[in-house]
């Protein structure tokens, strides 16, 4: 009984222990919004909601991805020489400020442009390519495109231009931090990965 009460007693602390830890490590959203102006505002905009098609919007994304792709960008694992300068001088928690602070930006909607695109890009988004054994992004991303947080990123809204060379360098090996990506896109043609962006440009 004795050994029960010590290990539930020990068990309490650790996890007061974690708690006090978890609160003192909380994002502070007011520094994450001056280093995101500092650093990434003029390629992201001042909300997050890039109006150039080459970058990506960052809005509403979970920070846990964001976080992820810092890191990768800071450590090389993920290839971007803009990227990889901007990131340089950044903290871990400099970037844990960022990506919780874009997670509470709105999203801005984005639009399909492409009827006969979007009617393969939804196949494929929804249904996957069974013959050729690639899976639905949904099964992943979710039927809207909102992700799971923690594991995998928000699509919805996403400029299509942005999305397709993703896919691209996910293909021919350029970005390899994701080798299930890697492998859903090397058997994607110009074709399909173009209309599975366009779909997920009108994801609401």
């Known amino acids: ?22 609160q003192s490590a909380k994002p502070d959203l007011a520094k994450g919004s001056a280093s995101y102006g500092n650093v990434c505002v003029a390629c992201h905009a ?8 080459a970058n990506p919007k960052l809005a509403h994304q979970h920070p846990e991805y964001l976080i992820k792709q810092l890191n990768e960008f800071k450590s090389g694992k993920r290839k971007n020489a803009v990227m990889q300068g901007m ?14 602070w874009l997670s509470e930006q709105k999203a801005a909607p984005g639009f399909a442009s492409d009827a006969d695109l ?5 196949r ?29 990123p928000r699509l919805a809204g996403q400029h299509s231009e942005y999305t397709a060379s993703q896919l691209k360098q996910f293909r021919d ?32």
């Open 1 to 22: 009984m004795k050994l029960l009460a010590s290990f539930l007693m020990a068990a309490a602390v650790a996890a007061l222990s974690l708690n006090v830890h978890a």
């Open 124 to 152: 494929i988004y929804r249904g996957g390519l069974a013959d050729r054994g690639i899976a639905a992004c949904a099964g992943c991303h979710s039927p809207n495109g909102a992700g799971i947080p923690a594991q995998y």
């Open 173 to 204: 090996g350029t970005r390899a931090n994701s080798l299930q990506m890697t492998g859903v896109a090397a058997k994607m043609t110009d074709q399909e990965i173009k209309a599975v962006s366009d779909y997920i440009a009108g994801l609401r």
């Open 87 to 100: 990131v340089a001088a950044l903290s871990e928690a400099d970037m844990a400020n960022i990506a919780h």
């Open 46 to 53: 001042a909300d997050g909601n890039s109006t150039t098609p």
């Open 118 to 122: 979007v009617r393969q890009g939804e």
